[in-house]
């Protein structure tokens, strides 16, 4: 059984960005914000901005006379981000597919995409789109997670809903936001798509949480998951128990602290 692991609509965005956001990407949000704003950049472009955490980052560190035009492919998430940012005039929204950019050519000086590309079904085409509208000498920022098991809130998530659906698991973290992170298969598409320079690094970072019960509710009830755990019939409200069961039994019943690894990737036009 699958869902749709593009879909982020509902609750979902709300959730997404009430505990997910500074659960496990606000850290590489500023990380990423600080590597573009030490390019200089005019225009930037974001793709798969998601509830703007990103976007929120780079206009806090970018100057005044910089722009910031944040894309997604997700209305509802972009609601979302908006209602956040509305009176900030350097950043525009849009909805856009990261597969086929509505800009000119050579538009931007540099495109960031924080843990966007897992989700891309062709992800040379997605990357030849930012390679176009990039100007030349203009840069490709972008992360992806790395394998779910060393990234300790996931990897726990998805064991614990392993033991509830044991005839058929719910594997959309591991299928889909740790599913993409061979470096040499993220290079070989850079280049495939026209980029060069590529550099790949691994960044390393702790989540921390005031319960077990806040990492449980981010993952079960903030990402498609949850669309998984109700294809199957299953409790939202007892997934999210016996998730958090599973993390305290692990770290403990109070403030929590996990490891997570991301790959950090920049590729030059």
């Known amino acids: 059984m699958a869902t749709?692991?593009?879909?982020?609509?509902?609750?979902?965005?709300?959730?997404?960005?009430?505990?997910?956001?500074?659960?496990?990407?606000?850290?590489?949000?500023?990380?990423?914000?600080?590597?573009?704003?030490?390019?200089?950049?005019?225009?930037?472009?974001?793709?798969?901005?998601?509830?703007?955490?990103v976007t929120r980052a780079l206009a806090a560190r970018?100057?005044?006379?910089?722009?910031?035009?944040?894309t997604d492919l997700n209305q509802p998430m972009l609601d979302h981000a908006r209602a956040r940012s509305a009176a900030d005039t350097q950043i525009t929204w849009m909805q856009a597919d990261a597969l086929a950019l509505p800009f000119e050519d050579g538009r931007?000086?540099?495109?960031?995409?924080?843990?966007?590309a897992m989700f891309f079904p062709d992800k040379v085409k997605a990357y030849g789109e930012a390679c176009r509208v990039l100007r030349r000498?203009?840069?490709f920022l972008f992360n992806v997670w790395d394998e779910i098991g060393r990234n300790a809130f996931a990897d726990i998530v998805t064991h614990a809903l392993a033991e509830l659906f044991p005839d058929d698991p719910p594997r959309f973290l591991a299928r889909t936001p740790h599913?993409?992170?061979?470096?040499?298969?993220?290079?070989?598409?850079?280049?495939?798509?026209g980029f060069g320079a590529i550099t790949i690094e691994a960044v390393e970072a702790i989540a921390h949480a005031p319960s077990p019960e806040q990492p449980a509710a981010a993952f079960c009830?903030?990402?498609p998951l949850r669309g998984e755990i109700e294809a199957r019939g299953g409790s939202l409200d007892?997934?999210?128990?016996?998730?958090?069961?599973?993390?305290?039994?692990?770290f403990g019943t109070g403030p929590i602290d996990g490891p997570i690894r991301a790959l950090v990737v920049t590729a030059a036009r």
Do not use: K, W
Request: charged share 20%; hydrophobic share 45%.
């Open 238 to 250: 007892a997934a999210t128990r016996h998730a958090a069961a599973a993390l305290a039994a692990r």
């Open 62 to 70: 970018l100057p005044r006379t910089a722009r910031i035009l944040a």
């Open 137 to 139: 000498g203009g840069r």
């Open 179 to 193: 599913g993409y992170n061979d470096a040499e298969t993220i290079r070989a598409e850079l280049g495939a798509a």
């Open 108 to 116: 931007f000086d540099a495109v960031a995409c924080q843990f966007g």
């Open 4 to 53: 749709n692991d593009r879909q982020f609509t509902g609750s979902i965005p709300e959730v997404y960005d009430r505990l997910l956001v500074p659960l496990i990407f606000e850290p590489y949000a500023c990380e990423m914000a600080e590597r573009i704003a030490g390019l200089a950049p005019r225009d930037v472009l974001e793709v798969a901005a998601g509830t703007g955490v």
């Open 221 to 223: 009830q903030g990402t």
